[in-house]
């Protein structure tokens, strides 16, 4: 935790503040959790624009929601940087929601309650989305941003989802996989909304390409024993584990799979939220071709600069083990507060009504992965799609969209 600071009394000169990429030379500790980057900008006519993120700081998904905090710090100074939003600048709120979602809601209800922030961006998992939502846009009356990939069917008005859903996932992925792997089919999954329903879309392509479903299991979140399912995988012979297994059940998992011979005979993984981070998870040869489907994978920076550039610019400012990556909701977040600047400033306003109106069609030319725009009266993105396997503890990408492929939403 950082040693709380004293603000400077005097605004720091425009210089100073560009050359000032550090988030920590400014961070206040307000409390547990609770972090304000000030907006030091010297003469700003208007108080700051503020925006508040809400993400897992802590517990189990804590390399995620770390990701997610940087890329927010990382955008919020470049738009500072660039001369603010409507002559003002932007001042980041940031509160843990500690992979917990009773600790989320009341530190969620600060954002709101205390600090009045003008949009909240966050949340990983759907059971963290549909935690704090209310807080945010019921009792709130602030916009919320989803930036994570999810199971869709989040059609609430003041809600945008800025992450790949189902269709966008799955139905370029699954007969790729029954293609590359086989046609017999195992959903191991954790016991939550988000596989129950990306489950449910999965298996209907899966049978519309001619492939079947050998099994479907929900098991708690917090299991890493799993000899019973690798048995049955193994006396099945199932082809291809599409998993949706979360932290810290899917190291096990797949360890225990690993062991049992299931890569050795042929047989093919499939983790629709794995990226680089959690790629790291396990040794490399235990989940050699690994299949995912992301909106961005870091093999990308080989033939999109754009990409390469973001990139480089995060692993310059946030060097360490917190990787800008997809399945994280990082891309997610950076597109996102993108998407939300251009409807700012095409609103001309702060205010939510006016936001959600230019929101409903924004659109941003660059992006990890490629750029991005609203699906107007849907609430979700647009976005380029890419299959990426794992070798060797990295990813080689297997296709690419030539496209922004539509979400399929609402």
Not at 49 to 67: C, E, F, P, Q
Not at 201 to 211: F, I, S
Not at 331 to 346: F, I, N, P
Request: proline residues 5%; aromatic residues 10%.
């Amino acid at each position: 935790m950082f040693k709380k600071s004293q603000e400077s009394s005097h605004a720091f000169g425009r210089r100073r503040f560009l050359q000032a990429s550090a988030w920590t030379a400014g961070a206040i500790a307000t409390g547990v959790g609770s972090w304000v980057i000030p907006a030091r900008w010297a003469n700003a006519a208007q108080p700051p624009i503020k925006v508040g993120i809400a993400t897992d700081l802590s517990g189990a998904i804590g390399y995620a929601g770390n990701a997610d905090a940087n890329v927010a710090r990382m955008v919020v100074n470049d738009i500072n940087a660039a001369g603010g939003l409507l002559g003002r600048p932007l001042q980041l709120y940031i509160e843990d929601t500690a992979s917990n979602e009773a600790i989320a809601v009341s530190n969620v209800r600060k954002l709101i309650q205390r600090d009045h922030v003008d949009v909240v961006l966050g949340g990983i998992t759907s059971s963290m989305r549909n935690a704090i939502k209310d807080t945010i846009v019921r009792h709130g009356k602030t916009l919320y941003i989803y930036p994570q990939l999810y199971e869709g069917k989040e059609c609430e008005k003041y809600i945008y989802c800025t992450g790949p859903t189902p269709a966008q996932q799955c139905d370029e992925l699954i007969p790729w996989l029954i293609r590359n792997g086989g046609k017999r089919f195992a959903f191991p999954s954790a016991n939550y909304i988000w596989p129950h329903v990306l489950n449910a879309y999965a298996r209907k392509v899966v049978e519309a390409h001619g492939g079947e479903v050998v099994f479907e299991e929900y098991y708690p979140l917090d299991q890493v024993e799993y000899s019973a399912t690798v048995n049955k995988i193994m006396s099945e012979k199932v082809d291809v584990v599409f998993n949706t297994v979360i932290p810290p059940g899917v190291g096990p998992f797949f360890k225990q799979l690993y062991e049992a011979g299931f890569l050795k005979r042929g047989g093919r993984l499939s983790c629709v939220f794995y990226d680089e981070n959690t790629l790291n998870i396990n040794e490399p040869y235990e989940i050699e071709g690994l299949a995912s489907c992301l909106d961005y994978f870091r093999a990308i920076d080989a033939f999109d600069p754009v990409s390469a550039k973001i990139q480089a610019q995060y692993d310059k400012e946030f060097p360490g083990k917190y990787l800008l990556a997809a399945g994280s909701a990082a891309t997610g977040m950076y597109r996102g507060l993108k998407l939300w600047a251009a409807a700012v400033s095409e609103a001309k306003s702060v205010s939510r009504d006016p936001v959600a109106e230019a929101l409903d069609h924004a659109k941003i030319t660059e992006a990890p992965g490629g750029p991005a725009e609203m699906v107007p009266g849907k609430r979700h993105c647009k976005m380029k799609m890419y299959i990426g396997v794992a070798k060797g503890g990295k990813y080689e990408i297997a296709w690419k969209s030539d496209g922004l492929l539509d979400p399929k939403e609402c």
